[in-house]
């Protein structure tokens, strides 16, 4: 089994800055993509931005230059660091990561139960 415990979300005023972690623990052989997703009340879950075994970023437009995405391999985490936050990105946050749990076997899905930002004054 693997397991994805987010951390850092809470409570921020309008232009603040979070700085979100999740750590992959259990039965890891590799990770291949991690990212980090959202979703807002009453609303569906949606990719905020992705990174690749060898680093290469995505980003959903609205958070393009405001959010940086990074991982440690050696430490199988991924974050997450939000700048000039705005009520808009107000949402639980899901760490997302792609694992191959044994030499041989399938890459599976696995999620984290999310960490909520909350974004106000």
């Known amino acids: 089994q693997v397991q994805l415990v987010e951390s850092g979300g809470g409570l921020v005023q309008p232009g603040g800055s979070l700085r979100l972690s999740c750590a992959a623990s259990?039965?890891?052989?590799?990770?291949?993509?991690m990212a980090w997703y959202r979703q807002a009340p009453g609303q569906e879950r949606d990719l905020v931005a992705r990174i690749s075994s060898v680093g290469n970023t995505d980003y959903a437009d609205s958070v393009k230059g405001r959010f940086t995405i990074s991982r440690d391999n050696a430490k199988n985490m991924v974050y997450l660091q939000m700048n000039s936050l705005s009520p808009e990105d107000t949402a639980v946050y899901y760490c997302y990561a792609a694992v191959v749990t044994a030499r041989y076997s399938y890459m599976r899905n696995y999620w984290g139960k999310g960490t909520l930002v909350d974004v106000s004054s």
């Open positions: 259990g039965s890891i052989f590799s990770i291949n993509a």
